[in-house]
């Protein structure tokens, strides 16, 4: 009995393990082992590419074997990372697969413990073929957290650690994508045909969230702004008025808030350092001939900023991340370009990698590179192309002329000399064969990193006046920073928040709404005319657009070029000096020989060539007839 009983219970307590075991293995499995994030969240049947490699994040997800069972998806690779809370997998969407979802199932031992149901959706119509911006835009610079806020109740949200602080001109303002949305019309009537919008994304940082520039979801708009539905709805809103609209994207780092920074699928994921260690800034590190391993070195791995971790481009599976991540973008977004930060601080060959990838799947897409460098020759080893022959093709269409960026802090306030006033312009122009395409440049006097144009020509409403002239009919795609249209001043050196002030009128509580030609002051109405006759005129002027470009040494301190094609003749003057200058016609006669007259398109004047005056610190735009 006793020995019987003995059995019977050793049976018992083995045949209630064997149970407990059998029911609970999945379940034990699940609790070990989560599935927090499939990164992109989904993909389209279609594309060029068919690879799709997935990020999958979750507890010892690396513990198990994904499979999928329908057909027109595929793994074709699992690679595990140094987390085992890491699986890359490596897809095939077949071209004839069925838009819809596939379930993914993470398996252990032979069973489902985790699925994901991956949505491949069906492609835009049109999406491969779409263009993005050139010669024939004119671009608008807006800052998000500064321009308008359409919602004050998504200021702070629970959920993000930064909150609203109008105190504070480095906290948060709380402007966002309604209020975008609700100035559609405003950037439209102003005669803008683009908008390029700093980032948007998630920041989830302790300070300084509000530029958007340290990342900490590559898949999220951050809520404060609103949602990703409502960014879709402002493209299209913006499409609808027919402007582009040009996504902010910043592939050199991310932010310390990022959701990877506390678990790293790889330590080389990110370029570190045993203590904190600054880029040096110097972006002429990357081609210099001369350089030191030292500089280079400490210029591409080190950090942009404390908050700023430096992403590792060379690591295979962070480019593609990106690259991924870009691509998603656009089509889920229906974008009309990208604007690249900081571009020459990541590794050049994973960024090119990136660039070649986009524009095979849209060769008619854009992509501007923020090539901050001061010197022609160095911007130019950035644009596609290789015209200066140093083996690097970067795939990227467009850069930003810094030159001139730099030039417009001075042009206006100098005395003419051999490289002084308008003559700044001139030497940075007769540089363009540096360039592979000088058209295919993003000209710009100011933008959200430094002194407002306003300040740079010492608070001169004619000298501001002139540059604009000169932005909006010289070669390339003028950009213009939101608030320059009502002269905004900033001054860098009173810091960031100085030169991105929130544009007067976005904010329910103002005391004068700038977006109304009644909320502006007299001197800003001039202004904003000026900007506004100059948009509508140029936006159907082809002949600015793609026309050729003849200039003239200035003389004076007056600048004289003229744009031309088959059909069309424009003679643009500016008078920098302080004195009235009369126009020796005969001087152009290579171009305006055959003509008697001119047009002012700026006050609708007509002008006899050979008696052409024009008034200290002015400008004249002429149609030549
Ligand atoms: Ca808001």
Same mark, same amino acid.
């Given at each position: ?243 582009? /609209? ?325 003679? /643009? ?53």
């Amino acid at each position: 009995m006793i020995f019987q009983h003995r059995l019977s219970m050793n049976f018992k307590i083995f045949t209630a393990l064997l149970l407990l075991m059998l029911l609970s293995n999945a379940s034990l499995y699940s609790q070990q082992i989560t599935l927090d994030r499939v990164e992109p969240p989904f993909w389209w049947v279609g594309m060029k590419n068919e690879n799709l490699q997935l990020l999958v994040y979750g507890k010892s997800i690396s513990l198990t074997k994904p499979e999928i069972i329908t057909p027109g998806l595929s793994i074709v690779k699992v690679t595990k990372a140094e987390s085992p809370n890491y699986l890359f997998v490596d897809l095939v969407v077949s071209s004839g697969a069925t838009p819809g979802i596939y379930t993914l199932l993470f398996k252990k031992d032979g069973q489902t413990v985790q699925t994901f149901d991956y949505e491949l959706k069906a492609r835009r119509a049109g999406s491969v073929n779409r263009k993005g911006f050139d010669q024939s835009d004119v671009i608008y610079l807006l800052f998000p957290d500064r321009f308008a806020n359409g919602n004050p109740g998504n200021d702070s949200h629970p959920e993000m650690l930064d909150k609203a602080d109008r105190t504070n001109p480095d906290g948060r303002q709380g402007g966002d994508i309604q209020g975008m949305i609700n100035k559609i019309d405003y950037i439209s009537d102003l005669g803008f045909t683009s908008i390029w919008h700093n980032p948007l994304l998630e920041n989830n940082q302790a300070k300084y969230s509000y530029h958007g520039y340290a990342i900490s979801n590559f898949y999220r708009i951050d809520p404060r702004f609103g949602t990703n539905d409502d960014y879709l709805r402002f493209i299209q809103l913006s499409h609808d008025k027919g402007l582009k /609209v040009i996504k902010d994207m910043i592939f050199n780092h991310c932010g310390s808030g990022h959701w990877w920074m506390n678990d790293l699928p790889w330590q080389d994921w990110i370029n570190q350092f045993e203590s904190y260690t600054r880029s040096n800034f110097r972006a002429g590190t990357v081609f210099d001939p001369y350089v030191s391993e030292y500089d280079q070195n400490l210029f591409q791995r080190g950090w942009f900023d404390t908050n700023m971790p430096d992403l590792n481009q060379n690591n295979p599976f962070m480019i593609n991340y990106l690259t991924q991540n870009s691509i998603w973008w656009v089509e889920y977004a229906d974008l009309d370009g990208i604007r690249m930060d900081t571009y020459p601080y990541p590794f050049k060959e994973g960024m090119a990698q990136w660039a070649k990838r986009l524009m095979d799947e849209y060769p008619d897409f854009t992509v501007v590179a923020e090539s901050w460098l001061t010197e022609p020759g160095q911007v130019a080893t950035w644009q596609r192309g290789d015209k200066l022959g140093l083996g690097y093709e970067s795939h990227v269409t467009h850069v930003f002329d810094f030159p001139m960026y730099e030039a417009f802090r001075f042009a206006f306030n100098e005395q003419q000399g051999w490289n002084s006033g308008l003559v700044r312009f001139y030497n940075i122009l007769s540089q363009d064969y540096l360039y592979q395409n000088p058209s295919e440049i993003v000209i710009f006097s100011d933008n959200h990193d430094g002194d407002r144009i306003f300040n740079k020509v010492n608070k001169d409403m004619r000298s501001l006046k002139l540059a604009m002239t000169f932005l909006l009919t010289t070669r390339g795609v003028p950009q213009i920073y939101n608030g320059t249209e009502i002269m905004m001043a900033g001054d860098e050196k009173v810091g960031h928040g100085d030169v991105r002030k929130p544009f007067p009128g976005g904010w329910p509580d103002d005391n004068r709404d700038a977006f109304t030609r009644d909320g502006r002051t007299e001197q800003e109405n001039e202004i904003f005319d000026h900007i506004h006759t100059l948009l509508k005129w140029r936006k159907s002027k082809s002949v600015i657009h793609y026309g050729r470009l003849t200039h003239f040494i200035p003389h004076n301190n007056t600048y004289i070029y003229f744009r031309y094609n088959e059909t069309e003749k424009v003679m /643009v003057i500016l008078n920098n000096s302080d004195e009235e200058q009369k126009i020796d016609i005969r001087q152009f006669a290579e171009l305006a020989g055959g003509n008697s007259v001119g047009v002012n398109i700026l006050d609708n004047t007509t002008y006899q060539l050979n008696n052409l005056k024009v008034p200290a610190k002015t400008g004249f735009i002429l149609e030549l007839k």
